[in-house]
């Protein structure tokens, strides 16, 4: 008996378990018990996926499950990469989800149905990788969709604006769902069967018009799902609506799946494509990255800015695979290789900061109540774990070493900077662009994460809320802590992944240029001759962040008297808070510099007052950079719609005798066409 | 190239230094070593003085080639440079400024208002003569002092 199948069984029974404890439960313990249940869950699914990246591989078909399809489960290296990482950021955000509905009354995230959810919610996403037909890949994908959406609506009553972004996630995510159910069936149909395996066989006889059109209408499901833009509009809505339990699984576990599916469909089951696909994947995986980030920068909101930076990091992952695609077609399966390791790297690396973050944010939010870093600041003196947290966290997100982000958006680089060996026109326009694209994201999600942390964690507090701020319940920070041992080990010694890496890129038929094995230590690409060695780099940074502040000690010790003065303020009163750098004002140049692509709107309004014109009563000035992409995007779409609404209210009066009318005109009409037509 | 020759032909051309002031340097001013920082400060004065300091560091008086210079800061300042009667207003921020100045450090006191509030005396938005505020270790009499005598105390200062 192997153990993924024990491991898996074990999460669906705790997964029920726990939806059952949620709903019988009182309040008192709810929590707890629920917490415990779905971090069992994440252990055993990760145990599953760790099982699969091993090595190991299982396959079964339980035909009663499902009328009709019955259902088919298969768990390979890829599907236990994915699983592994869902399954640890579902136990360390259950343990975290504990304190979390600590602190909440019996509404929002601490109620019945929402902690029934939440292991649900987190069995399917681990679940998910692991199916293995049509159907039943459809239907955790669904159940993943509306658990999700009913846990982001949890707090509905405490904030109206809970509800508007519900309902945006609920249609882009069945929008999503409508592509991907059109797309699996066209394939299906052609493929002759709706197994996986019988979808890679029938690949082969399908014309390459249909494999075109089931590869753009699943990967802009999955691209749909992963936040990319300009898919994303969901993401920054929803993110910072939900919990921050919720987010974290959201923004760390769910998004990954688009990238499976994209993989698992794109390379495993129809073999990969030619170049026009994986050239529109990287194109939108390119617009997500400076996109993402460019919004990020400019959010005040401190969880609407992790969303925008979840959008940017998928976006990453996805010119990786995008690039793997095209190295795959032009024969290079090394490259690919690399790429799509580094890809997926950056996806585990991803999870792990994200997560951290969403926690640490979840955290700020539950001691002020408020995500504005505008109204934040002076977090670092009054909760100093979670501060300390959440810089572990920017670290990782703003690809500088010692962070993880840095390993794999190193990697992501490296192949895209020597695949500029491939021959061919397309690649000598399309890397060089998406070095760029990296090397820019990179540079920006430095000054968002500088943002975040300056601003909110530094300074001082710009609100009673803010300086009313205690610190949060230890186990909050235990699970918090869990992430944070995952980025650091993973920043130190990504060799820890080892082997399993390479298994998930060989299942898709890469050769593995094993980036990260070789003693665990070094991270070495023999193909194109480059290493790392992530462990050396923190040593080294160590040893001089040491050496310099030693020197500085030992030169002010040498200083005779010591004197403590105020402030210079230049002879006039204290600085206030209010004076200090908000995130408006840090983000300010970076919004001139890319000015004609935020179109921010800037409006001044000028008061005088009723005697005179001179003189000024109120001066008001309101500065907002919205979404440009969905506003130019989305807001025709939906004020057509609006349009055909009203227009369509005069055919429903409200009088009897018309809707009768349209019944009997109808059926006639139907009649007619009948009897005329056939 | 001729410019440079004519630059090495002409040589010096400054007129040597005045005789040195008459006058002890205060304690503090030794530690200086020829170096002193100066930093303005106008605690309201009708800015006459202003324009006479200004003038002790124009091209004619040159205050500089003695080792004093203008800051900007009292952070980088060892002396601080007073005119006027302190104001109200001004009272706390000179109080403040000194105590932002790294020790040891001068406090001069420059024109009559500065010393005996001069006009001003018994104004009602005056609180006082420097001394009143701060310690004052040197004073420039005159309403408003010639260059040449700010010069003179700046030099007690330096020592050059």
């Known amino acids: ?678 | 190239m001729g410019l440079l020759r004519k630059i090495r032909d002409t040589g010096r051309v400054a007129e040597p230094a005045p005789p040195e002031p008459d006058g002890e340097q205060p304690p503090a001013a030794k530690e200086f070593g020829g170096s002193v920082q100066v930093r303005c400060v106008d605690a309201g004065s009708c800015n006459g003085c202003e324009i006479e300091i200004a003038g002790a560091f124009n091209p004619v008086y040159d205050a500089e080639r003695y080792g004093a210079r203008l800051v900007a800061s009292p952070r980088h300042a060892d002396v601080a440079l007073v005119t006027g009667p302190v104001t109200r207003n001004m009272a706390e921020p000179l109080r403040r400024t000194v105590a932002a100045m790294p020790e040891p450090r001068l406090v001069v006191a420059v024109g009559d208002c500065a010393i005996n509030c001069g006009e001003f005396a018994g104004g009602y938005g005056v609180e006082g003569a420097v001394s009143d505020v701060v310690p004052v270790d040197l004073v420039v009499p005159g309403c408003p002092p010639r260059p040449a005598e700010i010069v003179a105390a700046l030099r007690r200062v330096t020592g050059r």
């Open chain 1, 1 to 678: 008996m192997s153990l993924i199948p024990a491991a898996l069984a074990t999460a669906t029974g705790l997964g029920v378990a726990g939806a059952a404890a949620g709903l019988v439960l009182p309040q008192r313990g709810r929590g707890a018990v629920v917490g415990v249940l779905t971090a069992g869950v994440g252990v055993a699914g990760g145990a599953s996926g760790v099982a699969a990246l091993g090595g190991s591989r299982w396959s079964a078909e339980i035909p009663g499950l499902l009328p009709l399809a019955g259902t088919h489960f298969a768990v390979d290296a890829l599907s236990g990469l994915f699983m592994a990482v869902a399954g640890a950021v579902v136990a360390a955000v259950a343990v975290y989800g504990v304190g979390y509905v600590a602190g909440h009354g019996a509404h929002g995230f601490g109620s019945r149905a929402a902690q029934a959810l939440l292991p649900l919610f987190a069995l399917t996403l681990v679940l998910v990788p692991a199916a293995a037909s049509v159907s039943t890949f459809l239907l955790l994908w669904e159940l993943m969709a509306l658990t999700s959406l009913l846990l982001v609506m949890a707090e509905h009553r405490a904030r109206a604006s809970v509800r508007e972004a519900a309902v945006w996630y609920a249609v882009m995510t069945h929008l999503g769902l409508v592509l991907l159910l059109a797309g699996l069936s066209v394939y299906a149909s052609q493929a002759g069967g709706e197994t996986f395996a019988a979808l890679r066989v029938g690949t082969a006889a399908m014309s390459p018009t249909v494999r075109g059109l089931v590869f753009v209408l699943t990967a802009t499901a999955f691209a749909s799902k992963a936040g990319l833009v300009p898919l994303h509009a969901w993401l920054p809505r929803a993110h910072p609506e939900a919990p921050s339990a919720v987010s974290a699984l959201m923004s760390a576990a769910m998004v990954n799946l688009g990238v499976y599916g994209l993989v698992r469909v794109g390379f495993d089951l129809l073999g990969g494509g030619p170049a026009w696909w994986w050239l529109l994947v990287m194109a939108m995986g390119g617009l997500s990255a400076v996109y993402g980030i460019l919004q990020a920068a400019m959010a005040s909101d401190l969880k609407r800015l992790l969303a925008y930076s979840t959008s940017e990091n998928m976006g990453l992952v996805v010119l990786g695979v995008g690039a793997a695609g095209l190295f795959a077609h032009a024969g290079d399966k090394v490259l690919a290789g690399l790429a799509l390791a580094a890809a997926l790297l950056h996806v585990v690396n991803h999870s792990a900061f994200k997560s951290l973050l969403f926690g640490a944010a979840g955290s700020v939010l539950r001691a002020t109540g408020e995500r504005n870093l505008d109204l934040l600041g002076g977090l670092r003196a009054r909760m100093p774990i979670t501060a300390g947290l959440f810089a572990l966290g920017a670290l990782g997100a703003v690809a500088l070493p010692p962070g993880n982000g840095f390993i794999s958006e190193w990697l992501l680089l490296q192949s895209m900077i020597h695949g500029l060996a491939v021959p061919g026109v397309t690649t000598a326009i399309v890397l060089p662009l998406a070095v760029a694209v990296i090397a820019l994201s990179a540079g920006l999600a430095a000054a968002v994460f500088v943002k975040a942390l300056g601003v909110g964690f530094f300074a001082r507090p710009r609100t009673e809320q803010a300086a009313a701020a205690q610190e949060s319940p230890l186990l909050m920070l235990a699970g918090m802590g869990l992430l944070a041992a995952l980025c650091t080990a993973l920043a130190l010694v990504p060799g820890l992944l080892g082997d399993g890496l390479d298994r998930a890129v060989a299942v898709v038929g890469f050769a593995g240029t094993h980036p990260v094995s070789g003693g665990g230590l070094r991270v070495r690409l023999d193909e194109v001759s480059a290493s790392l060695s992530p462990l050396w780099v923190v040593a080294a940074l160590t040893v001089a962040l040491g050496a310099v502040t030693a020197t500085t000690r030992w030169a002010s010790r040498r200083q005779r008297r010591r004197m403590n003065a105020r402030l210079w303020d230049c002879g006039g009163g204290a600085p206030t808070p209010r004076m200090a750098y908000t995130a408006t004002s840090f983000a300010e140049p970076l919004q001139r510099v890319f000015d004609d692509v935020l179109a921010p709107e800037q409006d001044v309004d000028v008061t005088p007052v009723r005697e005179s014109a001179y003189l000024v009563e109120r001066v008001a000035f309101r500065n907002r950079v919205p979404d440009r992409i969905e506003h130019r995007l989305y807001r025709p779409v939906l004020d057509f719609l609006a349009a055909a609404g009203q227009s369509a209210r005069r055919l429903a009066g409200g009088s009897v005798h018309t809707y009768l009318g349209y019944g009997f005109f109808g059926l006639v009409a139907l009649l007619v066409v009948l009897v005329v037509g056939w």
